[in-house]
């Protein structure tokens, strides 16, 4: 019995679907050496992700992509983001290439339908979530004992629950560890910067005659930064026209869209091309990331076919996010006429413009304090960034735990069970410095003298805005510059028990038909404590939304059944034909009761060639940050304002237009443009939402035919359509039918600043309205296709691997009235507000590796990406040419395994060989978080060609 169990948690072989082939970039032997020995009479009992069924003569329906222990070691990979974020079909979330938008944490986005639409597993278990969105961080996984990753693309919600939309990612760990591993990477860019370390120590041991097993993993990890002024795309900031332009909170100070010039004590005009400030240098094109990993586990079989088991892991990971210096960033500032800094030229026109009389306003430059009668503060727009201060930080850290333990064994010869109960906490301080809070530099406007502020509380020091850009003072901006920040906890508990097994197959052959039954029960709480400054709209500068303190729970009970019938084996035209089924009833505290199911099988006509297909119907609640973020003014993205500049001036209805949406009669012909791309935007949590629906289907092919031996393809079809999805409305689902149909909703969406007309500003401007609601749709579709090759040879093999994506349609649709968006081969701030990532419409990797005898193996990775246009919708008026397409990219990375010796091993590797350089698109085409540095940072190669170096010791 102990064989029995053993193999039971080695989990998997590396099965597609029920079909042994050598996983990505694995070589046949690789495939061959995977699965546990078992003894003469018996088989080892085999799980694959996608089915809790156990049992290695049925074949599964889904579709699994594998990621094999070989491919693992050629990636040299320093966290689990690495392992799968360039797959065909994968869509990474956010992670190390996002800096302005990153929370901390890698995400994963399959088929970019959402980062909150697939799971996370280890072990086929859940992951404590990492963010109030139920994101997991992939960070957590501990990758020095990660065996092989299996990702189910086309769903699987009745087996692992309904928030597995998309599919789940399932990292399987190596099991029964005995002896000590010792594994260092060295990795560089050629161009000195961003270096990369990982360092980890795996002791394990077999004890008690092999009853029990334990074993401990501890792990370092340190990535350096890259500055976005140190590669020639990035080191300008380009807008979506060409020119070489910023952001309009610039130095010097800007006052009411006019630039104040120090050396003659005037106004002039702001002209971008001249005046705009270059954010781009201190951003991150890779963020700087410092992380310390533990993980143990153990088991001890208590009797014959019963056996205990424990697992623990524990993470802290530090990254840092690094933006442009804060500033006053075009929000109303109370400006005293008597500032002692305040300019003559710059009193004047402020009175001016606020028909104040040179009377009045030279009686108002007198006062003495606010008490003075004659005192005036005036309502004004200030731009200013504060270059004295440095650049923004923020720095996240993450402490996350989560602990297992379980008995699992046998209850008969076959029926085999397990219950386990987990339970994991995370904690992610975000703490700003260097961003300044608004209401200490309102106070320091309030000055008196140059030494003395009206109210002096806090040791409050007056500022100086008029200078030519150095001359706020230390003392200043120590008053001023205080830290904020959040935490945000996130905790999971699971309580969950389950059955599988087998019973006579009373319809055809000698296959037996194999069930699973269990139930489940899972918590989830979160919350978000702010100190005050943080959770104050409009009090930390350049922040964007604040984040007020919430937090909320739910619960969920569920039940499931799942089985896998053969119905006729071995009859002209069937050798093979089997139906399998799923249901999943649950009951969640928010939104009531649900039902997920599944129903497929699979046909092999002939041995070897089989045809499957599964459909699947799932039912996803909101999660916690759906419903209860409060509703708060952050930000978005949009390049170019209708209402900006001269575009009302003799056109009626447009004026009229903007005139509604609170902009100022007098301003018409002189709104400013969206600063550095972006516009407030007002959206929150809905308590009323309700659930979510998706049905999906894959339909495809398994060939392994006996006439080539060592031969393995596959290739499906997938079609994922989720309705009443909970959605925001991109920018222009509300623009567009503002301003082109004239929709009278649409338009009441859109709040100006009611001084200056513009879309940007403090608490007194919301920008677009955006509500979560039930009322999107979400529909991809597209093929998987695997290939893999294996060729013994006289010096030893040759192994090639074809993994590929076709994506027929990735559309969505935020409401029945907004636009069908298809952002399939396109890109833009459209595309990017939901899917985020570029979705070429083909893509693949080519792996061909070359095992030389008494070498080691040489292996040539080629990615390729077709190439993608500015969404096509959209008016290109104004837009240059040379960032209306990208074209097709091709990538090679090269890399050397040899074995030094039989306790050493040594991995050199190559990426980016041809030192590809990635696409100028311009700052303005996409989202801020992932069209950075004018290109596509998570899907071009921002780093150049770059050297990493693996040595692993074995005792």
């Known amino acids: 019995m102990r064989t029995r169990i053993r193999a039971h948690l080695f989990a998997s072989t590396m099965l597609v679907a029920g079909v042994a082939v050598p996983a990505h970039a694995q070589t046949a032997e690789d495939a061959r050496t995977q699965a546990p020995e078992a003894t003469a009479n018996e088989q080892p009992v085999i799980v694959v992700t996608g089915s809790r069924i156990s049992n290695p003569n049925l074949d599964q329906s889904s579709p699994v992509q ?199 004590d005037s106004l002039r005009d702001y002209v971008g091309s001249r005046d705009a400030f270059n954010f781009a240098p201190d951003n991150y094109f890779q963020t700087p990331l410092e992380r310390y990993n533990l993980f143990g586990s153990a088991r001890y079989e208590i009797a014959d076919a019963i056996e205990v088991y424990a697992k623990g892991m524990f993470t802290k990971s530090t990254v840092q996010l690094s933006l442009a210096p804060s500033g006053m960033f075009g929000d109303t500032w109370l400006l005293p006429l008597n500032n002692p800094f305040l300019p003559n030229a710059v009193r004047t026109e402020v009175c001016a413009s606020n028909s104040i009389s040179a009377a009045d306003c030279a009686a108002a430059a007198g006062a003495t304090d606010p008490t003075d009668p004659n005192y005036r503060e005036v309502a004004t727009i200030i731009n200013r960034r504060f270059v004295e201060q440095g650049p923004r930080i923020r720095n996240l850290t993450t402490n996350q735990f989560q602990v297992w333990a379980g008995v ?355 608490g007194d401007t919301p920008g677009l309205i955006a509500v979560l609601t039930n009322q999107g749709t979400i529909v991809t579709s597209g093929v998987d296709l695997r290939i893999n090759y294996d060729v013994p040879m006289s010096f030893g093999g040759l192994n090639f691997d074809l993994t590929g994506n076709w994506t027929e349609q990735s559309k969505f649709q935020a409401s029945p009235v907004g636009i069908n968006r298809e952002c399939v081969g396109q890109y833009s701030s459209n595309c990017g507000f939901f899917a985020g990532e570029i979705t070429p419409e083909l893509s693949f990797n080519f792996r061909t590796t070359a095992r030389i005898d008494e070498v080691g193996d040489i292996s040539l990775l080629w990615r390729w990406i077709d190439g993608v246009d500015y969404e096509r919708i959209l008016p290109t008026d104004g837009v240059h040419p040379d960032y209306l397409s990208i074209p097709s990219y091709n990538y090679l990375d090269l890399t050397f395994r040899t074995e030094i010796a039989d306790t050493l091993g040594l991995t050199f590797s190559v990426q980016n060989l041809l030192d590809k350089d990635p696409p100028n698109v311009s700052n303005y085409v996409g989202t801020t978080a992932l069209n950075s540095g004018n290109t596509y940072p998570t899907t071009y190669d921002v780093l150049g060609r770059r050297y990493s170096i693996t040595a692993t010791m074995k005792f």
């Open 408 to 762: 699992r064994g046998e209850i008969t010869d076959s029926i085999d069970f397990d219950i386990y109960g987990l339970h994991g906490e995370s904690d992610r301080k975000n703490s700003n410095i260097n961003w300044g809070l608004k209401s200490r530099v309102q106070q320091a406007l309030r000055a008196v003298s140059e030494t003395e502020c009206a109210d002096p509380s806090n040791g409050c020091v007056p500022i100086n805005l008029f200078g030519d850009g150095t001359d706020i003072s230390p003392e200043s901006i120590a008053f001023f510059n205080q830290p904020a920040g959040a935490t945000i906890s996130t905790r999971l508990s699971v309580v969950s028990g389950s059955i599988s097994g087998e019973i006579g197959n009373f319809l055809a052959g000698e296959t037996p038909i194999g069930y699973a039954l269990g139930a489940e029960y899972r918590k989830y709480g979160a919350s978000q404590v702010s100190d005050v400054a943080f959770g104050t709209q409009d009090e930390v500068l350049g922040t964007g939304a604040p984040s007020p303190s919430f937090s909320g729970a739910y619960d969920v009970k569920e039940v499931f059944a799942e089985v896998i019938v053969p119905l006729v084996e071995d009859v002209p035209g069937i050798h093979s034909l089997t139906f399998e089924g799923g249901l999943r009833l649950s009951d969640y505290s928010n939104t009531g009761g649900s039902t997920t199911w599944k129903a497929g099988g699979t046909w092999e006509p002939l041995r070897g060639y089989k045809i499957r297909g599964i459909f699947q119907h799932s039912v996803r609640s909101p999660n916690i940050s759906e419903l209860f973020t409060p509703v708060t003014t952050g930000l978005s993205n949009l390049p170019e304002d209708p209402c900006e500049g001269t575009n009302p001036v003799g056109n009626p209805e447009l004026t009229a237009i903007c005139i509604a949406q609170g902009a100022p009669a007098g301003v018409i012909g002189n709104i400013p443009s969206p600063s550095a791309g972006q516009i407030n935007l007002t959206s929150g949590g809905n308590p009323d939402l309700g659930v979510e629906t998706a049905d999906s289907y894959t339909l495809g092919v398994v060939l392994t035919p006996p006439q080539i031996p060592r031969l393995a393809v596959t290739a499906d079809y997938y079609h994922i359509k989720v309705t009443d999805a909970i959605t925001l409305p991109t920018p222009n689902d509300i623009f567009g039918p503002c301003f082109e149909e004239g929709d009278a909703e649409a338009c009441a969406l859109i709040r100006r600043n009611p001084l200056n007309g513009s879309l940007n500003g403090g």
């Open 66 to 264: 594998v990621v094999g222990e070989s491919e693992i070691t050629l990636r040299q990979a320093t966290n689990a983001e690495e392992l799968i974020g360039e797959l065909p079909g994968v869509s990474p979330g956010a992670g190390a290439g996002v800096n302005n938008g990153g929370a901390g944490f890698a995400s994963l986005n399959l088929r970019g339908v959402g980062t909150n639409r697939n799971l996370v597993l280890l072990d086929g278990t859940r992951l404590v979530p990492s963010s109030l969105l139920s994101e997991t961080d992939l960070n957590i996984i501990p990758v020095a004992l990660v065996e092989r990753v299996e990702i189910v693309t086309g769903g699987a919600s009745s087996v692992y629950g309904a928030d597995a939309i998309a599919g789940v990612a399932n990292f399987i760990t190596k099991k029964d560890f005995a002896g000590a591993e010792l594994a260092g990477t060295l990795g560089i860019n050629e161009r000195g910067d961003g270096a990369r370390y990982r360092a980890d120590v795996t002791l394990g041991a077999n004890f008690d005659d092999g009853r029990g097993n334990a074993v401990l993993n501890v792990g370092y990890q340190k990535v350096e930064p890259v500055l976005q002024g140190d590669r020639d795309v990035s080191r300008n900031t380009y807008f979506i026209n060409g020119e070489q332009i910023g952001s309009g909170t610039t130095f010097p100070t800007r006052i009411n869209g006019r630039i104040y010039n120090p050396e003659t």
